[in-house]
């Protein structure tokens, strides 16, 4: 059993074993027939750069470790990721995949909760100890993942697992789909989920309407990889309460969560003739401005002859999010549920690109607007190919300047945004993890070089906001999760006045 101060010195820090190093049996394991590390993957491994994916799990009833354990043997060890080693030769600097042998003792971890402190709260306590994980590193002598099970009683769940994966491993889109492959549904529990899929409407456009829209597709890119350019080079966001000192990456995050209604959510996007994106996408503007507002009234209030007010934002506020997608189609869970039971080839690996969204941040008097100027946004976006551009630099890159100066170049133009924003389609029904309900998911990062991040992912009937933020730079951060909601529910009242 270990606590998260125990985990503080049983963690290092990513580090290359070298041969003559007492563990020299890992570089010597090194073999040219075992697959290398995409340009992606080892761009993870940088030290401004070093990310990890993490996702909570709450559920209805506690957990037996013992029984996790055996259901891991027979699902997540048959992807070859989670049970290889990253090994580097030392002769030409190559990482590879080296297949090893898993001891599931140090990857699944069970801290003794009996010792947990009266005046401490459980949630308080399941915040504190992700925030440890979070400040924790991952060697080369074990494949880079783990587990903690949390058999502690929070405000909306029973027992709370917590993934830590590190994101070479693969993007976001494919870590869910492989952990979704491990559940099955609550009312069919031989059933995989289902995961709504969003189509494209077809167009019925004439010739002439079709060439226009591959035009302004040639010219909003063209705009968007200039702007891209742009920001390598000298654009940056201005400083706000929300951007982070340097190196911000390398601190621990508090990722903490709430829970709002899908449904509301959906009638907001009915009213508005939006999508649900959109929506999310407007009640993150919405509130991050009654944040910013009022982080620049306390501001004020401590400068001499300032006076109270309602609006205390600058004039012309303006920021931008780094919006991470999947740019290939899923592999879809059928296929991984296939590779893990049959052992059959799956795609995978790290096939993501972003793009720079726009945010204006102010106060409205109708909160409707704040919708439509996403939906704005949004459409704009999608008539570009920003993120297939970026995905290639990407790739390219690190393949012509090396990894180190690679990473540099990749990294700039996310860092000098102001936040990074992901929203996930997750499972219609309830589900179970290994037999065990679950009541909300909640996947998120650290490791960026931002002091924000916030990912939204629907479950159920539910839409789950997530904050991954550095507490020097966000000391409240319950306070911005109020926000949001408040914001929320004035973007609902307001769309159901409309409705009427």
Not at 6 to 26: C, W, Y
Not at 166 to 186: E, F, I, P, V
């Amino acid at each position: 059993m270990e606590t998260p101060e125990a985990l503080n010195h049983s963690l290092k820090p990513i580090r290359i074993v070298p041969k003559e190093d007492k563990e020299e049996g890992l570089t010597s394991m090194a073999d040219h027939d075992e697959p290398l590390l995409s340009p992606m993957a080892r761009l993870f491994h940088e030290p401004d750069c070093n990310l990890y994916v993490i996702a909570m799990m709450g559920f209805k009833t506690r957990i037996d470790p013992d029984l996790i354990k055996v259901k891991l043997m027979h699902t997540l060890l048959k992807h070859p990721r989670f049970s290889s080693l990253q090994v580097m030769s030392k002769e030409n600097g190559e990482m590879r995949w080296v297949p090893t042998e898993v001891d599931l003792e140090k990857h699944v971890i069970v801290p003794d909760t009996m010792c947990l402190e009266m005046e401490t709260s459980s949630d308080k306590y399941v915040e504190d100890y992700i925030f440890s994980l979070t400040k924790t590193r991952f060697d080369f002598s074990k494949p880079l993942w783990d587990l903690h099970l949390l058999n502690v009683k929070t405000a909306d769940a029973e027992a709370v697992a917590v993934f830590r994966i590190h994101h070479s491993l693969g993007d976001g889109s494919s870590l869910m789909s492989l952990l979704l492959a491990c559940t099955r549904k609550t009312s069919d529990p031989k059933a995989l989920p289902s995961i709504p899929v969003t189509k494209k409407p077809k167009s019925s456009a004439a010739r002439s309407g079709k060439w226009w829209k591959a035009f302004v597709l040639v010219r909003n890119t063209f705009i968007d990889v200039l702007m891209v350019i742009a920001t390598i080079f000298f654009l940056k966001d201005r400083d706000t309460p929300l951007r982070g000192p340097p190196k911000v990456g390398s601190t621990g995050r508090r990722v903490i969560h709430r829970t709002i209604s899908l449904d509301d959510v959906v009638m907001i996007k009915n009213a508005t003739n939006a999508t649900v994106n959109d929506v999310m996408l407007g009640i993150t503007q919405a509130g991050l401005s009654r944040y910013l507002n009022r982080r620049y009234g306390e501001a004020n209030k401590n400068k001499k002859g300032s006076t109270k007010k309602k609006n205390n934002l600058p004039k012309n506020l303006k920021i931008r999010a780094t919006h991470f997608m999947d740019i290939r189609p899923s592999a879809g869970i059928h296929k991984l549920v296939e590779m893990m039971e049959k052992g059959s080839k799956a795609k995978w690996g790290n096939r993501i690109g972003y793009v720079l969204l726009p945010l204006t941040i102010a106060l409205r008097e109708n909160p409707l607007e704040y919708v439509q100027k996403a939906k704005a946004t949004m459409d704009r976006k999608k008539a570009s190919l920003e993120a297939l551009y970026i995905h290639s630099m990407a790739e390219s890159i690190p393949n012509l300047f090396g990894t180190k100066t690679g990473s540099g170049l990749c990294l700039i133009v996310p860092s000098r945004t102001t936040m990074w924003y992901s929203n996930v389609v997750g499972p219609e029904e309830e589900i179970a993890f290994f037999g065990y309900p679950i009541t909300y998911i909640a996947p998120s990062c650290f490791g960026q070089p931002n002091a924000v991040m916030i990912h939204v992912v629907s479950y159920m009937n539910k839409m789950n906001m997530i904050l991954s933020v550095d507490d020097t730079t966000i000391p409240d951060p319950h306070q911005l999760l109020n926000d949001l909601e408040e914001s929320f529910e004035q973007i609902k009242n307001a769309a159901t006045s409309r409705m009427l």
